[in-house]
């Protein structure tokens, strides 16, 4: 798509048919039936529907998009607006919609203007960690005290490691196992788990409710009782009062079976954007994540079992995640045993080493606690 002075457009190659003339006929439709099944557009005037043309009531009357052939070839919607994101939602409304006008044009233009628009969205900052309504504050509470330096050891090497999380049982497991299906599974090249995102509800229908608070205290825990003085050693910057930890609502469950394996990663990424205030050589970090906080929830597992985490501590500047390996970084191997807690930096590199046992399901649930503030994520 271009910008053309205040007027942006998708430009859709229309595919080849016999009848030209009942494509263009069945593309006139296919944007009407949009605009009246989609509250986000409304047409402009009974007397210029027949041009498919609508406006956007959400952005101003001003907002007005027209569908049209423009040329032998192609179909153009232009949208007239000053706003790069004005359009990009539009973008995406057509292509929820967008199995309306797949037989007739190649929508494959409508993905790269929604793509675009997503990456150029600011991360969801999160509610705060108080807002977390905790019933185990003392489970939480024996978790770190069990540990008397276990924020000393965050602070100083960004991860500690606390083994007294609650414990999970084999039926608890398979109920867990009921969330992966195929939708579920990763088909990436950088990762083969599979994923669920479990709300509360769903974390104490599975009997999981200990859990999903012990991982949603966390931040909270973290905002009260983190030395706020950062060490000359530290990698990472304490939350403060005024940059607090916030929480998101629901928790990450992963599940790796054999062969599985996520590869060499940062939850939290450099960009290749570099910042402009000239006293941070920092480049843009990609979203507001600050700690990684995984749970295991396995039935004995052990070392030859594959699939152990393995951390790389001093790798938050790092570009190139494979860099941890071919530069020889330091690493931690956590094998993922049941009630095993780890807390990390979410900048630095890690990766989930290939799982080997036959039939044993490796489980992790995380969570990610942000700091949105002063967080290196350009706005
Ligand atoms: O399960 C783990 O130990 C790590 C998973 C991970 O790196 C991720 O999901 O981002
Ligand atoms: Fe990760």
């Not at 907002?63 to 706003?83: A, G, H, I, M, W």
């Not at 509800?201 to 009782?225: P, R, V, W």
């Not at 071919?326 to 690493?331: A, E, P, R």
Request: hydrophobic share 30%; glycine share 4%.
């Amino acid at each position: 798509f271009s910008t053309v002075a205040n007027t942006r457009e998708v430009v859709f190659p229309l595919l080849k048919t016999r009848s030209k003339d009942r494509q263009l006929r069945n593309l006139k439709y296919a944007f009407q039936e949009l605009v009246e099944t989609t509250e986000f557009f409304v047409q402009n005037s009974p007397a210029q529907y027949h041009d498919s043309s609508c406006f956007v009531p959400a952005m101003g009357a001003k907002t007005e998009l027209q569908f049209q052939q423009s040329s032998p070839t192609e179909f153009v919607l232009k949208v007239n607006t000053s706003e790069n994101s004005d359009f990009g939602w539009i973008c995406v409304k057509m292509f929820e919609q967008k199995q309306l006008f797949e037989d007739f044009v190649d929508t494959t233009c409508l993905t790269d203007a929604v793509s675009d628009h997503c990456y150029s969205l600011l991360p969801y900052p999160g509610f705060p960690a108080s807002s977390a309504k905790l019933s185990n504050t003392a489970q939480l509470d024996g978790l770190f005290r069990g540990q008397p330096f276990c924020m000393d050891e965050l602070r100083d090497n960004g991860f500690v490691v606390l083994d007294n999380g609650p414990k999970s049982t084999t039926s608890g497991h398979r109920l867990l196992d009921q969330y992966m299906n195929e939708d579920a599974k990763k088909h990436s090249s950088a990762r083969t788990d599979s994923v669920h995102f479990l709300n509360r509800d769903e974390a104490k229908d599975c009997g999981f409710q200990e859990h999903y608070e012990t991982l949603m205290g966390i931040a909270s825990y973290l905002n009260d009782n983190m030395d706020m003085e950062s060490s000359p050693h530290a990698p990472i910057t304490p939350a403060t009062k005024d940059n607090p930890l916030t929480i998101p609502n629901t928790i990450q469950l992963a599940e790796y079976a054999e062969n599985d394996f996520y590869k060499p990663h940062s939850d939290n990424s450099l960009t290749s954007e570099v910042v402009s205030d000239a006293q941070n050589s920092d480049r843009v970090r990609s979203n507001f994540r600050h700690y990684t906080c995984i749970l295991y929830c396995n039935d004995d597992w052990e070392e030859e079992d594959g699939g152990a985490l393995r951390l790389y501590p001093n790798t938050r500047n790092l570009v190139h995640p494979d860099d941890a390996i071919s530069d020889g970084y330091d690493f931690i191997d956590v094998i993922p045993k049941n009630g095993r807690l780890i807390i990390f930096d979410s900048c630095n590199i890690h990766s989930v080493e290939k799982v080997t046992h036959k039939t044993k399901k490796r489980r992790a649930l995380t969570l990610w606690i942000n700091r949105p503030n002063n967080s290196g994520v350009a706005s």
